[in-house]
């Protein structure tokens, strides 16, 4: 008959394709936006389906978000240091202004880094021999100026955490230095739990290139769901430094504070990618 078409399989399975296609950049779900990127990845030449990923993010972006309630909006403005968090890179800038506010404390007109040393000289007519408590004490400190500077906010800062059991009944699960928690508003009522975990470190650690990787990545980061992570690290050099003690001979303990930054932060992009999002952060604790 003139004018009908028998639709061939090749063009069956074209329109499926099509349906299937735009079944995922409509559903805009985390799961359907990894099949578009995967997609696009094998098929880099066809620039419609990046089109495609570009618009299902914009979905997921439209979907996810939850619009700040009349209450939020007046805490904000109360206070200016208060900030809205909806997601983990937000709680990671969170944490890192509250470490500048504690470098400020340990370096101020009256300085509190001196809690993070021993004075190793008993007779005080003699001149003091100074030395790093170590990264216990640099921990501790941390997490009580976290719980202190940010609990007010409703974020909960956790100290020695497990976030990960044995695998044995009995067995001695992952713990983290620290781990901050806060609570992030999402669609419908719900409550999303954000999740950071914060690894502390002396500049002195003879592992201290090597751990933001081989612990906080590859153990603290791995199978589970927490996605961020900050690799602290407490830069201890100045003069009043014993030379005496081994760890003031140690790499890092000799080179200046800035170098130290350069390459932690260097490694924590390059240690990033889609699933895991690594920062790094010296905090001063020199003696002035």
Not at 7 to 15: C, F, K, L, N, Q
Not at 272 to 281: G, H, I, M, P, V
Request: glycine share 6%; charged share 35%; proline share 6%.
């Amino acid at each position: 008959m003139e004018g009908v078409h028998r639709v061939t399989p090749r063009e069956s399975v074209r329109d499926v394709r099509g349906q299937l296609f735009n079944h995922l950049v409509a559903k805009g779900s985390p799961a359907a936006l990894d099949a578009l990127r995967y997609v696009a990845e094998e098929l880099p030449e066809e620039t419609w389906i990046q089109q495609g990923q570009v618009r299902a993010e914009t979905r997921l972006l439209e979907e996810s978000w939850a619009p700040p309630n009349p209450t939020d909006v007046l805490r904000l403005l109360d206070d200016p240091e208060r900030r809205r968090i909806e997601s983990a890179d937000q709680l990671v800038e969170v944490i890192v202004t509250s470490l500048r506010r504690l470098e400020e404390e340990l370096q101020g007109e009256t300085p509190s880094a001196p809690e993070l040393w021993d004075n190793k000289e008993e007779d005080r007519r003699k001149t003091p021999r100074w030395q790093p408590k170590g990264e216990l004490y640099l921990s501790d400190k941390i997490k009580r100026h976290l719980a202190r500077d940010l609990g007010p906010r409703g974020i909960v800062v956790g100290r020695e955490t497990e976030f990960r059991r044995g695998e044995k009944p009995g067995g001695r699960g992952e713990y983290t230095d620290i781990l901050v928690h806060a609570v992030a508003p999402g669609r419908s009522g719900e409550r999303n739990v954000i999740r950071v975990v914060v690894e502390v470190k002396g500049c002195f650690n003879p592992k201290v290139e090597t751990d933001i990787r081989d612990q906080l990545r590859d153990r603290y980061l791995a199978d589970n769901d927490c996605t961020h992570g900050l690799y602290v690290v407490g830069w201890y050099g100045c003069a009043q430094w014993d030379t005496t003690d081994n760890a003031s001979r140690a790499k890092w303990s000799k080179r200046p504070r800035e170098e130290l930054d350069e390459f932690l932060s260097a490694c924590a992009g390059e240690l990033s990618d889609e699933d895991r999002k690594l920062c790094a952060f010296v905090l001063n604790a020199a003696l002035r």
